[in-house]
């Protein structure tokens, strides 16, 4: 992965989402305006946390947020989302 040069501030967090699955368990290939959207991604960056409330997801982290959680982005011809941490429900692994 190549180094990201944005810096999310204070709480937010900046989130590169899964891929949408293109297929089923059963092998039926889903069309692009069929696609969920993902609900999980890797976090490639986070801000400095607020003076009372510092961050807890760190940069690597896989995160589930909320279907429409977060604001789409695009750097670098990379689809981004940047949020709150509070926004994060919760980290795999």
């Known amino acids: 992965m ?3 040069n944005l810096r999310p501030l204070a709480d937010r967090v ?3 989402p899964s891929a949408a699955e293109t297929k089923t ?3 039926i290939i889903i069309p692009d305006t069929a696609q969920e959207k993902p ?3 890797k976090v490639v ?3 400095n946390g607020k003076v009372d409330e510092p ?3 760190k940069v690597g982290d896989t995160v589930l ?19 709150r941490e509070a926004d994060i429900f ?3 692994g």
Do not use: F, R
């Not at 977060?70 to 981004?80: L, S």
């Open 2 to 4: 190549a180094e990201i």
């Open 14 to 16: 900046l989130v590169e």
């Open 25 to 27: 368990a059963s092998g």
């Open 39 to 41: 609900q999980q991604g």
């Open 45 to 47: 960056a986070v801000g």
């Open 55 to 57: 961050m807890t997801v």
């Open 65 to 83: 947020y909320g279907k429409y959680g977060g604001t789409e982005i695009k750097h670098n011809g990379v689809d981004y989302l940047i949020m």
């Open 90 to 92: 919760a980290v795999i």
